[in-house]
């Protein structure tokens, strides 16, 4: 007997003019979102979590099987570009300062992890519940214009970078990638650098998803040519550095170590010179009032902790030592 299947796309054609436009990924999705209408015609505020998750394949995969390092690389660089994707859309796109927690704590996933043979699949959930963000004081935000989570925002951010660095064609200048991360910041070009980077060390080929109520599933499908190339090109544009002037006292000089420098009271910076000139750095002295050029970037340790990295290209001498002139 001929087996049957339904044409989603024909059904979706054929909806009459009146009835709001619903897209869906397919039909598992559409059966997805018939549930979420239900359940949101149950309650005035949105209840339901989304999810999404992390599918490994590729020759990094055996089996459902891979490295611990590397699968936890991977998923610590994607919390960090959902993080930094949530932080550019408050407006925090710096990579200097301290972290607001509240966008901390709503871009937070929390990590279930199941298997399929030939597959490692990593399923995400935000920290936060969507009734604690959107009533944090058991009433609904008055002027809340929808029920999205800000970390719903930020992995559809995410995804869509993702999606954008795959289009890009031989002119990359003039992608639309490039000038969207331009606009999000330093921070998330580095959080996307990296976690292309994990995913090519460990060899696999990604599939991203995430599932909001009432929205189509959110996709993204990359191999790993395709993230080599994504890292390759904000390394080469250096899209992840941040150029900054800082001016303070010089509190420690060598020709062997980093400078530091006190740039208000009581915060002291450590500033890479390596790129400054011996001369340059054997006319320095302790207590000199100085202009410094330099570029910011975040970088990784091992353990995976994060730190901002100061490196200078010019120092300009402002007055000397408070002791020397007088």
Known sequence: MASMSFDWNAYRAALPDDVEAVEWEDAEDLGRLSVSAFLSEQSP??????????????????????PVE??????????????????????????????????VS????????????????????????PEQEIM????????????????????????????MAKEIGPDADDSEFLAEVLDAGPRVASTLR??????VQGDFDTEL????PGQRRLVSRLTVPQLAHLS???????????????????????????????IADGQIETIQADDIPHGVIAELRVGMTVRIAASVTEDVSAGGDVKTRYT?????????????TS
Do not use: C
């Not at 949105?46 to 891979?66: I, P, Y």
């Not at 944090?136 to 999606?163: I, M, T, Y």
């Not at 010019?314 to 030592?321: G, N």
């Open 312 to 324: 200078a290209s010019a120092i300009e001498v402002l007055s000397e030592p408070e002791d020397a």
């Open 194 to 199: 990296d976690l292309a980077d994990t995913l």
């Open 136 to 163: 944090p004081d058991g009433q609904a935000e008055f002027f809340r214009d929808d029920d999205k989570q800000l970390v719903d925002q930020a992995v559809e951010k995410s995804v869509s970078l993702l999606n």
């Open 232 to 262: 390759t090109l904000v390394a080469s544009r250096e899209l992840a550095k941040e150029p900054t002037v800082l001016t303070g006292i010089i509190r420690t000089v060598s020709d062997i170590a980093p400078l530091r420098v006190e």
């Open 45 to 66: 505020v949105r209840r339901e979590a989304s999810s999404g998750f992390v599918k490994l394949t590729g020759a990094g995969v055996s089996g459902h099987t891979a």
């Open 106 to 129: 709503k871009t937070l996933l929390h990590l279930d992890g199941s298997a399929l043979a030939g597959s490692l699949v990593l399923t995400v959930i935000p920290a936060t519940p």
């Open 70 to 103: 590397q699968v936890a690389n991977v998923m610590r660089n994607f919390q960090r570009l959902v993080l930094a994707s949530g932080l550019s859309l408050s407006g925090f796109k710096t990579l200097r300062g301290r972290l607001p927690s509240d966008v």
């Open 209 to 212: 998803a995430w599932n909001e």
